[in-house]
């Protein structure tokens, strides 16, 4: 699950204090080893409006809050190896576990010089890498070149989001290659990933209702699939549906509704930085009114 950073009104700076408090909230509702990884500094938490030392200053308030409790993950993202490189070697001497690679994005690219990227990476530390397989910048990773980075030993994870087509790619890689890497459905797809060899799972839900994803695992865990489905429709479907209207009539970005969220059920919260919009006083309400609908539990009233 990705921590959303939070920012100070009005300056938006780093508020570690406020991160904290996320972590240790997570920690005291049901997440643990045996539940989840704590991703820091991934898209729903900012990467790409910090610079490198607030990365840095970050991963290390999460470390030292999580305290060895659950492992760590960094978001890798940016657009200059050397850089992702200098973060991935960082992340290691803190004591991170692992770092979520995605592709370079800004420039075009090819599957090559993706993974020239990533073996970059893996050259320099021996930091788990988690590769990230998204339909924003990826050019939808091909089963030759999974098979590639399949051979890179330090490449543990394989972080799936992009849409299911007739050629069945993503089930052809979850079925082949699940013995070799922890394949993470970060499309919703869980029933049919799990089935096939999937073992993590990514969904927006778990930051304002981590509860959801304790019992998401157990329910997985014993194959009650068509429970998993069912909550899927009722507690997930009203949020994605909500952050689809948002992103098309006022803003983009990742974490924003999120935080919202977390707002509404009295956790720490905060916006997000530019260039994504403010969205907390326009959506409030109708946040409001999807977590009630969904089932949410803590909602504060207005």
Request: aromatic content about 10%.
């Amino acid at each position: 699950m990705t921590i959303p950073t939070m920012f100070s009104d009005p300056e938006l700076e780093l508020d570690l204090t406020a991160t904290r408090k996320v972590v240790r909230c997570m920690l005291d509702r049901g997440m643990d080893v045996d539940h989840g990884t704590l991703l820091v500094g991934g898209a729903a938490g900012d990467f790409s409006t910090m610079t490198f030392d607030e990365r840095l200053r970050l991963i290390d308030a999460v470390l030292e809050e999580a305290n060895g409790t659950m492992p760590i993950a960094v978001g890798g993202q940016g657009t200059s190896t050397r850089e992702v490189i200098a973060l991935a070697k960082a992340a290691s001497r803190a004591g991170a576990d692992f770092m979520q690679v995605s592709c370079p994005f800004y420039f075009g690219h090819t599957e090559a010089d993706y993974f020239e990227h990533i073996a970059a990476v893996a050259d320099a530390t021996d930091i788990g890498l988690i590769v990230y397989n998204t339909f924003w910048t990826s050019s939808d990773l091909s089963y030759r070149l999974i098979g590639r980075i399949s051979e890179i030993p330090s490449v543990v994870g394989l972080k799936w989001a992009t849409a299911r087509t007739d050629s069945m790619e993503f089930e052809e890689v979850v079925s082949n290659f699940s013995d070799r890497f922890c394949v993470i459905d970060n499309q919703l797809k869980f029933v049919i990933s799990h089935m096939l060899g999937a073992r993590a799972f990514e969904v927006h839900t778990c930051n304002y209702w981590p509860e959801w994803g304790v019992q998401l695992s157990h329910d997985l865990k014993n194959r009650n699939y068509e429970k998993v489905q069912h909550a899927l429709i009722r507690n997930v479907l009203p949020f994605y549906r909500l952050w689809r209207e948002i992103e098309t009539d006022f803003t983009s970005g990742d974490g924003y509704l999120d935080k919202l969220c977390m707002e509404l059920v009295g956790m720490p919260s905060s916006r997000c930085r530019p260039p994504t919009r403010d969205i907390r006083q326009t959506y409030r309400e109708k946040a409001r009114a999807m977590l009630i609908e969904s089932g949410a539990p803590g909602v504060v009233a207005r």
